[in-house]
């Protein structure tokens, strides 16, 4: 019986792995030079082989992934960097796939090369990508694959669901662990794994949803929102879909032992005193004994254990809290920290304490990355959320003002908006947008000028996101 | 698919299902690098490639059915080993297996559903987690919705203050005639230098997380208020009852090296320890006793100095666990090492071990019995003594053996008795555990049975036996009874007399006794066979030593 090996996705792998090599070497050394030749023909076998039994070999991105001949290739972290350039190179140009439709020649690829560097700078790359590929009979680019605008809706209405649902899960766990009541396990596994999917699937719509901030009840919100933050981190930095749940139910989990802090603390609408403070530093070691009185142990549960317990205790071990014998954080909960505290500064809590915008969070942050916070993965999560997190209220050039609605990841300086008003500031309907529009010209039609801050001027931002 | 399947989709599809079931019940049963294991899944494979060859193969689930288009293919009722419910528990509503479908996929979808499913795992999650392409499924939504009030509210509570028009008029304007300038951070593109940096600390944080929660918990225990004590201690008995099961013999060691730093007095400490003595207890029960034993016949823990480490921490209560282990353990290896950790735990608890002995096992009582001749402790010897009119002849042995090995005043009755024991390898033993002894006593014992009269009925081998045992004294008195018994003449009885006079030969010729040379060139001539064999192997002994 022929057996199929498990490795039978490797060639798909190397491929992109490959494209990836080639397009890079190419950026820096002209196509004839001699370390593109030796990339180039590291690649031909791999797409010639593969056309051997298929009529053709197509590339493609579509969300997160690509695809091989409709074939999702599952990647490692080695593979991390090399896929996440090539979904950069794509995303830059509009291209959704590329396809090799004969077996190739050098030539062939230089071909292909040079036009795939130079289209970059036109003012509709993926038009001049086509143009310019015209004579090129072997290899044919194709469009992002659109979700239609039902399907857009229904995804919406999905992200939307799934949100509010883990809101409320999360309410009830932390309401029947008040109340001594068994907690069922499942059902969280299942909420994380649904909202890792929708990650997967179209990030910006459920990192959008952590963007508004202004709901009533903030710690079952924020749960949620840390580890949706959490997990497009995780998700960033290559882990598996196991260890992105595993990290999504740790932190939704992280603050679960706030429920045994007294709500007249914890609802405390002025300042804390000394001994407030801290009862509620307490709320890590109650995390531990929430999670075993939640869950047997297994591996998700320890880890989930750590996280409650590391959270706020910071890389340089300043937080809370002190331990005798120091200890790395683990890697969790240096992913939680960071989303822990984004999320914290940007919302309104119900101590006296006005949100910071979302800019604003950030550049607190780089200043204690390195000091509380690991500079590596706040490089990482500074990448997922932008320079305008999706949320952030902006004044164009245009003298528009917007509100950023999501990433472009072919260039996360300019993230898609929504347009709330015209030049001279009148209220108008909504209106998407993205930065990386460009007129005839190949200039950019509309530039941020700076950040403002919404609640300073009563701007609901859940007006546009929601 | 088409919509009307063909009577001959309805019977594949119903096979397909029949192995799937098959499947459970193998991969349940034996390990995964059993043959049956193997070709179980290769089987399900061949079936769901040759129906997917025509197209995919969607199936629906019900409560209690499984469905191909309309038709049931599968029916089941009760909750005992039915397929369709366990699908269905969990929400799952349909599964479909497209073309393409691996062998490895089909491997693991087969462990999916085999697992027992526990409480904490379920279907849909282990499918997910595996992700696999050519297997999809469809899950009931509702199944995992809260309350479903609770978006609406949120939402209309999140949209309730719509932005006032003169608001953002003032933003606008202030917001154009203000300087402040960016707070924004830059975004550094991520380099491959990030990248390797990311995996080197991804790789970093794959040490064991339960060897950190185990330091975490007793940092908590070490700062907290007494009431948490009993909490905290549960589940530090917890994580040691994981690591076990696991058979991971570091962390429980570990928990163990946690506790000596408990501090040793004040009165928070004795609160401290009683909640310590529990988790040891726990460590020591037969339940746990036992995980460990399984580990040992499955080669999981192999490091028998890690074990007996372990072991050492256990109070006596895990003497009786190991003793009721020892029994069922398949491995000699496991029970070696088993018998070491008693013969370690037992050395602090003589009478704990000595429960053993009235194990209804014959080949346990052995076993401990072993395990006290093995300690080389005089103290042993009553314990050992109890067993010897154990039933089974081959614990009398070993009781013979301690005993012999042991010493003592104690034992020579025992030995004694065992004499004349009904078992030839008993009263064998006993001459050896005599001979061990080797004591004046010991060896009137022996002279005097071997003249005896029941001696003189018995077969050549163990009288053979006995004056060999006899040789080892190599005393006056030996030698002289050997050389009476060569010269022995008797007109009664001659075969018997012949017998004693060649084993008397042949226990002189072993200890090389000079004097008896004119004697054996005597015998030399005997005109039986046996006589002048004998006498002439001990002359070349006596003379050339070998
Ligand atoms: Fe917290
Ligand atoms: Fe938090």
Same mark, same amino acid.
């Given at each position: 019986?022929?057996?199929?090996?498990p490795?039978q996705?490797?060639?798909?792998?190397?491929?992109?792995s490959?494209?990836?090599?080639?397009?890079?070497t190419?950026?820096?050394?002209?196509p004839?030079?001699e370390?593109?030749?030796?990339?180039?023909?590291?690649?031909? $076998?791999l797409?010639?082989?593969?056309?051997?039994?298929?009529?053709?070999?197509?590339?493609?991105?579509?969300?997160?992934?690509?695809y091989v001949?409709e074939?999702?290739?599952?990647?490692?972290?080695e593979?991390?960097?090399?896929?996440?350039f090539?979904?950069?190179e794509?995303?830059?140009?509009?291209?959704?796939s590329i396809?090799?439709?004969?077996?190739?020649?050098?030539?062939?690829?230089?071909?292909?090369?040079?036009?795939?560097?130079?289209?970059?700078?036109?003012?509709?790359?993926?038009?001049a990508?086509?143009?310019?590929?015209?004579?090129?009979k072997?290899?044919?680019?194709?469009?992002?694959?659109?979700?239609?605008?039902?399907?857009?809706?229904?995804?919406r209405?999905a992200?939307?669901?799934?949100?509010?649902?883990?809101?409320?899960?999360?309410?009830?766990?932390?309401?029947?662990l008040?109340?001594?009541?068994?907690?069922?396990?499942?059902?969280?596994?299942?909420?994380?794994e649904?909202?890792?999917?929708?990650?997967l699937?179209?990030e910006?719509?459920?990192?959008?949803?952590?963007?508004?901030?202004?709901?009533?009840?903030?710690?079952?919100?924020?749960?949620?929102?840390v580890?949706?933050?959490?997990?497009?981190?995780?998700q960033?930095?290559?882990?598996?879909k196991?260890d992105?749940?595993?990290?999504?139910?740790a932190?939704?989990?992280?603050?679960i032992?706030?429920t045994?802090? $007294? $709500?007249?603390?914890?609802?405390?609408?002025?300042?804390?005193?000394?001994?407030?403070?801290?009862?509620?530093?307490g709320?890590?070691?109650?995390?531990v004994?929430?999670i075993?009185?939640?869950?047997?142990f297994?591996?998700s549960?320890?880890?989930a254990?750590?996280?409650?317990?590391?959270?706020?205790?910071h890389?340089?071990?300043?937080?809370?809290?002190?331990?005798?014998?120091?200890k790395?954080?683990?890697?969790?909960s240096?992913?939680?920290?960071l989303?822990?505290?984004?999320?914290?500064?940007?919302?309104?809590?119900v101590?006296a304490?006005v949100?910071?915008?979302?800019?604003?969070?950030?550049?607190?942050m780089?200043?204690?990355?390195?000091?509380?916070?690991d500079?590596?993965?706040?490089?990482f999560?500074?990448?997922?959320?932008?320079?305008?997190?999706?949320?952030?209220?902006?004044?164009?050039d245009?003298?528009?003002l917007?509100?950023?609605?999501?990433?472009?990841?072919?260039?996360?300086?300019?993230?898609?908006?929504?347009?709330?008003?015209?030049?001279?500031?009148?209220?108008?309907t $909504?209106?998407?947008?993205?930065?990386?529009e460009?007129?005839?010209?190949g200039?950019?039609?509309?530039?941020?000028?700076?950040?403002?801050d919404?609640?300073?001027?009563?701007?609901?931002i859940?007006e546009?996101?929601? | 698919?088409?919509?009307?399947?063909? =009577?001959?989709d309805?019977k594949?599809?119903?096979?397909?299902?029949?192995?799937f079931?098959?499947?459970?019940k193998?991969?349940?049963?034996?390990?995964?690098?059993? =043959?049956?294991?193997?070709?179980?899944?290769?089987?399900?494979?061949?079936?769901?490639d040759?129906?997917?060859?025509?197209?995919p193969?969607?199936?629906?689930?019900?409560?209690?059915?499984?469905?191909?288009g309309?038709t049931?293919v599968?029916?089941?009722?009760?909750m005992e080993?039915n397929?369709?419910?366990?699908?269905?528990?969990d929400?799952?509503?349909e599964?479909?297996?497209?073309?393409?479908?691996?062998?490895e996929e089909?491997?693991?979808?087969l462990e999916?559903?085999s697992?027992?499913?526990?409480?904490?795992?379920?279907?849909?999650?282990?499918?997910?987690?595996k992700?696999?392409?050519h297997i999809?499924y469809?899950?009931d939504?509702?199944?995992?919705?809260?309350?479903?009030?609770?978006?609406?509210?949120?939402v209309?509570?999140?949209?309730e203050?719509?932005?006032p028009?003169?608001?953002?008029?003032?933003?606008h304007?202030?917001?154009?005639s203000?300087?402040? =300038?960016?707070?924004?951070?830059?975004?550094?593109?991520l380099?491959?230098?990030?990248?390797?940096?990311?995996?080197?600390?991804?790789?970093?944080?794959?040490?064991?997380?339960?060897?950190?929660l185990?330091?975490?918990?007793?940092d908590?225990l070490?700062?907290?208020q007494?009431?948490?004590y =009993?909490e905290?201690?549960?589940?530090?008995?917890?994580?040691?009852?994981?690591?076990?099961?696991?058979?991971?013999?570091s962390?429980?060691?570990g928990?163990?090296?946690?506790m000596d730093?408990?501090?040793?007095e004040?009165?928070v400490?004795?609160?401290l320890?009683k909640e310590?003595?529990?988790?040891?207890?726990?460590?020591?029960?037969?339940?746990l006793?036992?995980e460990?034993?399984?580990h040992?016949?499955?080669?999981?823990?192999?490091?028998?100095?890690?074990?007996?480490d372990?072991?050492?921490?256990?109070?006596?209560?895990?003497?009786?666990?190991?003793?009721?282990?020892?029994?069922?353990?398949?491995?000699?290896?496991?029970?070696k090492t088993?018998?070491?950790?008693?013969?370690?735990?037992?050395?602090?608890?003589?009478?704990?071990?000595?429960k053993?002995?009235?194990?209804p096992?014959?080949?346990?009582?052995?076993?401990?019995?072993?395990?006290?001749?093995?300690?080389e402790?005089r103290?042993?010897?009553?314990?050992?003594?109890?067993?010897?009119?154990?039933?089974d002849?081959?614990v009398?042995?070993?009781?013979?053996?301690?005993?012999g090995?042991?010493?003592?005043q104690?034992?020579i009755?025992?030995?004694?008795?065992?004499?004349?024991?009904?078992?030839?390898?008993?009263?064998?033993s006993?001459?050896r555990?005599?001979?061990m002894l080797?004591?004046?006593?010991?060896?009137?014992?022996?002279?005097?049975?071997m003249?005896g009269?029941?001696?003189?009925?018995?077969?050549?081998n163990?009288?053979?036996?006995f004056?060999?045992?006899?040789?080892?004294?190599?005393?006056p008195?030996?030698?002289a &009874?050997?050389i009476?018994?060569?010269r022995?003449?008797s007109?009664?009885?001659?075969?018997?007399?012949d017998?004693?006079?060649a084993?008397?030969a &042949?226990?002189?010729?072993?200890m090389?006794a000079?004097?008896?040379?004119?004697l054996l060139?005597?015998?030399?001539?005997?005109k039986?066979?046996?006589?002048s064999d &004998?006498?002439?192997?001990?002359?070349k002994?006596?003379? &050339?030593?070998n």
């Open positions: 019986m022929e057996t199929k090996e490795e996705d490797r060639p798909f792998r190397d491929l992109v490959q494209l990836a090599v080639v397009i890079r190419s950026q820096l050394h002209n004839a030079n370390a593109v030749v030796t990339a180039i023909e590291k690649m031909i $076998p797409i010639n082989g593969l056309l051997e039994d298929e009529s053709s070999i197509q590339v493609e991105l579509v969300g997160e992934y690509f001949n074939n999702r290739v599952k990647f490692t972290m593979h991390l960097l090399n896929f996440d090539l979904q950069k794509f995303a830059k140009r509009s291209v959704g396809s090799f439709l004969c077996p190739v020649a050098v030539e062939n690829i230089q071909n292909f090369l040079s036009v795939f560097i130079a289209c970059q700078y036109a003012p509709d790359p993926y038009e990508l086509v143009a310019g590929l015209a004579q090129e072997c290899i044919d680019p194709g469009v992002v694959r659109r979700i239609s605008v039902d399907g857009e809706h229904d995804l209405r992200v939307k669901k799934t949100y509010f649902n883990a809101v409320s899960f999360t309410k009830g766990v932390m309401n029947k008040k109340a001594g009541e068994r907690v069922n396990i499942k059902k969280a596994k299942r909420i994380v649904s909202m890792v999917d929708l990650l699937d179209r910006e719509f459920l990192l959008g949803m952590t963007a508004i901030k202004n709901y009533d009840e903030y710690t079952f919100h924020h749960s949620v929102n580890s949706i933050l959490s997990v497009a981190l995780g960033k930095i290559g882990l598996s196991k992105l749940m595993e990290l999504g139910l932190a939704l989990f992280h603050d032992g706030k045994e802090i $007294p $709500p007249l603390i914890l609802n405390k609408p002025t300042s804390f005193t000394d001994e407030e403070w801290n009862v509620l530093k709320h890590p070691v109650h995390g004994r929430m075993f009185r939640m869950k047997s297994d591996d549960s320890i880890r254990a750590i996280v409650a317990y590391e959270h706020h205790m890389q340089d071990h300043s937080g809370y809290p002190g331990i005798k014998k120091l790395d954080l683990d890697l969790y240096r992913i939680v920290s989303a822990d505290q984004y999320d914290g500064m940007t919302s309104s809590r101590y304490r949100p910071m915008t979302p800019d604003k969070a950030l550049s607190l780089s200043k204690r990355a390195g000091v509380q916070l500079p590596l993965l706040f490089k999560f500074i990448n997922l959320v932008g320079v305008y997190p999706i949320g952030s209220l902006i004044m164009l245009t003298r528009e917007a509100v950023i609605s999501g990433v472009n990841n072919g260039d996360f300086q300019r993230p898609k908006m929504i347009l709330i008003t015209d030049g001279e500031g009148n209220k108008i $909504p209106v998407a947008a993205s930065l990386t460009k007129d005839g010209l200039r950019y039609t509309r530039n941020v000028m700076r950040t403002l919404p609640v300073k001027y009563k701007i609901n859940a546009y996101l929601l | 698919m088409k919509a009307e399947p063909q =009577p001959a309805i594949a599809a119903q096979d397909v299902i029949a192995s079931q098959k499947a459970r193998s991969l349940r049963m034996y390990p995964s690098n059993n =043959p049956i294991y193997v070709r179980t899944i290769e089987d399900v494979f061949r079936r769901l040759n129906i997917l060859e025509i197209g193969l969607e199936l629906g689930v019900r409560q209690n059915e499984i469905l191909f309309d049931p599968y029916a089941a009722s009760g080993d397929l369709a419910f366990f699908f269905f528990k929400g799952l509503r599964i479909s297996f497209k073309s393409g479908l691996t062998l089909t491997r693991e979808f999916a559903i697992q027992d499913s526990g409480m904490d795992e379920d279907i849909v999650t282990l499918l997910w987690e992700d696999l392409e999809k469809v899950i939504e509702n199944f995992l919705l809260e309350d479903e009030t609770y978006e609406t509210e949120a209309l509570h999140a949209r203050e719509t932005t028009e003169e608001d953002l008029k003032r933003a304007s202030e917001a154009f203000s300087s402040t =300038p960016m707070s924004a951070p830059e975004i550094v593109p380099s491959s230098a990030d990248f390797e940096e990311l995996m080197r600390e991804v790789r970093l944080d794959s040490a064991d997380k339960l060897i950190k185990i330091s975490i918990l007793f908590i070490s700062d907290c007494p009431a948490l =009993p905290v201690a549960g589940i530090i008995k917890s994580a040691l009852e994981h690591s076990i099961r696991k058979g991971d013999l962390s429980a060691l928990i163990f090296s946690a730093a408990v501090p040793p004040g009165p400490s004795d609160l320890k310590m003595k529990k988790v040891q207890a726990h460590a020591s029960s037969l339940e006793v036992k460990l034993g399984a040992l016949d499955s080669g999981q823990i192999r490091d028998e100095e890690m074990l007996i372990y072991v050492r921490r256990l109070d006596s209560s895990a003497i009786a666990s190991l003793i009721a282990v020892l029994g069922d353990l398949k491995t000699m290896e496991a029970r088993i018998m070491n950790a008693l013969a370690f735990l037992g050395s602090k608890d003589l009478n704990a071990l000595a053993g002995l009235s194990d096992r014959w080949y346990v009582v052995r076993n401990i019995i072993h395990i006290f001749r093995k300690m402790d103290r042993c010897v009553d314990f050992v003594i109890k067993a010897s009119r154990h039933s002849v081959r009398r042995i070993e009781v013979i053996r301690a005993l090995e042991l010493g003592g104690g034992v009755q025992t030995v004694r008795d065992a004499l004349d024991d009904s078992e030839f390898s008993v009263r064998s006993a001459a555990a005599l001979g080797k004591t004046e006593p010991s060896r009137m014992i022996l002279m005097q049975h003249a009269k029941d001696f003189m009925q018995a077969d050549f163990e009288k053979k036996e004056f060999e045992v006899l040789s080892g004294w190599n005393s008195e030996s030698e &009874y050997m009476k018994c060569l022995a003449g007109l009664f009885h001659k075969g018997r007399t017998e004693l006079k084993c008397a &042949y226990a002189l010729g072993l090389g000079k004097n008896a040379l004119p060139h005597k015998l030399r001539d005997s039986n066979k046996t006589i &004998y006498a002439f192997n001990a002359i002994r006596i003379e &050339y030593g």
